[in-house]
Nanobody, 120 residues
Framework: QVQLVESGGGLVQAGGSLRLSCAAS?????????MGWHRQAPGKRRELVAT???????NFADSVKGRFTISRDNAKNTIYLQMNSLKPEDTAAYYC?????????????WGQGTQVTVSS
């Protein structure tokens, strides 16, 4: 019903910035509730980075607080992750996630991921 496509990943030097985008598409009757970003580095467990509700409430992992900002454009069903002051430990595959409702049921979708690499 809902497909997610991430973009914006790439290679950046430590201290630099990068903005990730995640566009949701599919049924016009699907209502997206909460969207967010998770990341997974090689050999590491997947972790929550940030979430944002339809109303704009946000939540961040302690490791990115003060450096990352998540925003949402409900009209476009798109979220963004502005990453500033990037560190090598931020290197990971970043995955977009959406929690949505359709036909009185709740669903969850995941994007394919976009790679972020931060060099020293």
């Amino acid at each position: 019903q809902v497909q997610l496509v991430e973009s914006g990943g790439g290679l950046v030097q430590a201290g630099g910035s990068l903005r990730l985008s995640c566009a949701a598409s599919g049924s016009i009757f699907a209502i997206i509730n909460t969207m967010g970003w998770h990341r997974q580095a090689p050999g590491k467990r997947r972790e929550l980075v940030a979430t944002i509700t339809r109303g704009g409430s946000t939540n961040f992992a302690d490791s990115v607080k003060g450096r990352f900002t998540i925003s949402r454009d409900n009209a476009k069903n798109t979220i963004y992750l502005q990453m500033n002051s990037l560190k090598p430990e931020d290197t990971a595959a970043y995955y977009c996630n959406a929690d949505y409702s359709s036909d009185y049921n709740r669903y969850e979708s995941w994007g394919q991921g976009t790679q972020v690499t931060v060099s020293s």
